[in-house]
């Protein structure tokens, strides 16, 4: 069964950083582009940022979380990072890693004073 599971979420205050982590388990996690999308509450889902499986890893990001969010993954443990600094409120959201088998369950980010 192919599992996601977000975790490191939690209430910071605007300017603040957080990390967040994805695991994965059920599939080849090296053989997959990895993504961070996210919902603020009463909004769509948004494309955050994504990575490739390559050896040197690509990546991208959207332009609201450019220049602050770092998207990063780490194969031999399975996991995908994103390092978010500077954070401000319209980064409060719910938090998914994705690929193309699955969504993961998400981990809340609040950024509030």
């Known amino acids: 069964e192919v599992q996601l599971q977000a975790f490191g979420g939690g209430l910071v205050q605007p300017g603040g950083s957080l990390r967040l982590s994805c695991v994965g388990s059920?599939?080849?996690?090296?053989?997959?582009?990895m993504t961070w999308v996210r919902q603020a509450p009463g909004k769509k889902h948004e494309w955050v940022s994504t990575?490739?499986?390559?050896?040197?890893?690509?990546?991208a990001y959207a332009d609201s979380v450019k220049g602050r969010f770092t998207i990063s993954r780490d194969n031999d443990r399975n996991t995908l990072y994103l390092q978010m600094n500077s954070l401000k409120p319209e980064d409060t959201a719910m938090y998914y890693c994705?690929?193309?088998?699955?969504r993961g369950q998400g981990t809340l980010v609040t950024v509030s004073s």
């Open positions: 994705a690929n193309t088998l699955a």
């Open positions: 059920g599939f080849t996690f090296s053989e997959y582009d």
């Open positions: 990575i490739n499986n390559r050896r040197n890893p690509t990546t």
